[in-house]
């Protein structure tokens, strides 16, 4: 028999969360969708009492999440060029925004737990979960998984340090480096970038992007004039942010969707995040027509 609609509702109250969940664990929106999906139907099909639903679907969506994040580490391995986390735009809601502390730079240091230390970090440390339902979850005495949250807090503690950037002034930044990199300004971005920047792009092998990471400013430098020499400009679509940063989505020369999350410090840009995979983009291109400004 399928559940009666109050559990229907509690169900859709909690999907915002752990679809934020998944996406944390996996990187990526549709494989996150897929998760949240399977947890639906197994809570559908559950005839048992459910005293406490948080805690039963964060288990459910914690375990298959796990399960699908060692296939993914072995696509991983033989991923064309940078691999970079589907872009997540920020949203309205203020539900849907939480956990918005994880940026970018954070997910990627995320890549270098093991599945279970990356599990206890979210679901503890991020996303507030107790400690024993955490070892529930994972099938863990509450003592072990106190030190994979703690061995995984070590690992990403210089990731993790957030450098405070007011609202108005990054998106100011941002906006001038759009207008630079699209006309190929040197002064400006020698302003712009710090002397340690990192260039990210993600292109999976589907179109053109440089396939190694880009540090320092010289080198960014040549890379983002001599592709606005040789290309021209792009076509901004959006101004937004993503994952926590600011940014942009915009449109190339051939008319490809990309998103470009920027990381701030001091003023300054330090890192620049790229995803141009359409794969990545599906979730975006749907409603980026009516997106322009």
Same mark, same amino acid.
């Not at 507030?128 to 509450?142: C, F, I, M, N």
């Not at 995984?152 to 990199?181: D, G, L």
């Not at 990309?258 to 990381?263: E, H, L, W």
């Given at each position: 028999?399928?559940?009666?609609?109050?559990? #229907?509702?509690?169900? $859709? =109250?909690?999907?915002?969360?752990?679809? &934020?969940?998944?996406?944390?664990?996996?990187?990526?929106?549709?494989?996150?969708?897929?998760?949240?999906?399977? =947890?639906?139907?197994? /809570?559908?099909?559950?005839?048992?009492?459910? *005293? !406490?639903? *948080?805690? /039963?679907?964060?288990?459910?969506?914690?375990?298959?999440?796990?399960?699908?994040? %060692?296939?993914?580490?072995? &696509?991983? !391995?033989?991923?064309?060029?940078? /691999?970079?986390?589907?872009?997540?735009?920020?949203?309205?809601?203020?539900?849907?925004?939480?956990?918005?502390?994880? +940026?970018?730079?954070?997910?990627?240091?995320?890549?270098?737990?093991?599945?279970? $230390?990356?599990? *206890?970090?979210?679901?503890?440390?991020?996303?507030?979960?107790?400690?024993?339902?955490?070892?529930?979850?994972?099938?863990? %005495?509450?003592?072990?998984?106190?030190?994979?949250?703690?061995?995984?807090?070590?690992?990403?503690?210089?990731?993790? %340090?957030?450098? *405070?950037?007011? &609202? +108005?002034?990054?998106? &100011?930044? @941002?906006?001038?480096?759009?207008?630079?990199?699209? !006309?190929?300004?040197? =002064?400006?971005?020698?302003?712009?970038?710090? $002397?340690?920047?990192?260039?990210?792009?993600?292109?999976?092998?589907? @179109?053109?992007?440089?396939?190694?990471?880009?540090?320092?400013?010289?080198?960014?430098?040549?890379?983002? #004039?001599?592709?606005?020499?040789?290309?021209?400009?792009? $076509?901004?679509?959006?101004?937004? /942010?993503?994952?926590?940063?600011?940014?942009?989505?915009?449109?190339?020369?051939?008319?490809?969707?990309?998103?470009?999350?920027?990381?701030?410090?001091?003023?300054?840009?330090?890192?620049?995040?790229?995803?141009?995979?359409?794969?990545?983009?599906?979730?975006?291109?749907?409603?980026?027509?009516?997106?322009?400004?």
């Amino acid at each position: 028999m399928p559940r009666p609609d109050r559990d #229907t509702h509690a169900f $859709e =109250a909690l999907r915002p969360r752990l679809q &934020r969940l998944a996406y944390r664990m996996l990187g990526s929106v549709s494989e996150a969708e897929d998760v949240v999906q399977d =947890a639906w139907l197994r /809570w559908s099909a559950s005839t048992a009492a459910i *005293a !406490e639903p *948080a805690a /039963w679907l964060h288990r459910v969506v914690t375990r298959l999440c796990l399960d699908r994040m %060692k296939s993914a580490r072995a &696509r991983r !391995e033989t991923y064309f060029g940078s /691999w970079l986390p589907d872009p997540l735009i920020e949203a309205a809601s203020p539900e849907d925004t939480l956990a918005s502390d994880v +940026t970018y730079s954070l997910m990627l240091a995320l890549e270098r737990l093991s599945p279970l $230390e990356r599990a *206890a970090f979210l679901l503890h440390d991020v996303f507030g979960v107790p400690l024993t339902e955490v070892a529930e979850s994972l099938e863990r %005495k509450p003592a072990a998984v106190r030190q994979l949250a703690s061995r995984a807090r070590k690992r990403v503690q210089v990731s993790q %340090k957030r450098h *405070a950037v007011e &609202r +108005t002034e990054a998106e &100011r930044i @941002v906006t001038a480096f759009f207008t630079a990199v699209q !006309e190929g300004d040197t =002064a400006t971005l020698s302003t712009l970038l710090a $002397e340690d920047v990192m260039l990210q792009a993600d292109g999976g092998g589907k @179109v053109i992007a440089f396939p190694n990471t880009i540090r320092g400013a010289g080198r960014a430098l040549r890379l983002l #004039t001599g592709i606005a020499r040789k290309f021209g400009g792009g $076509e901004l679509v959006q101004r937004t /942010w993503i994952d926590g940063l600011p940014g942009f989505i915009s449109r190339d020369y051939d008319g490809n969707l990309q998103t470009t999350a920027v990381d701030l410090r001091g003023g300054k840009v330090v890192a620049v995040y790229i995803v141009r995979n359409p794969d990545k983009l599906r979730h975006i291109a749907a409603g980026s027509d009516t997106a322009r400004t």
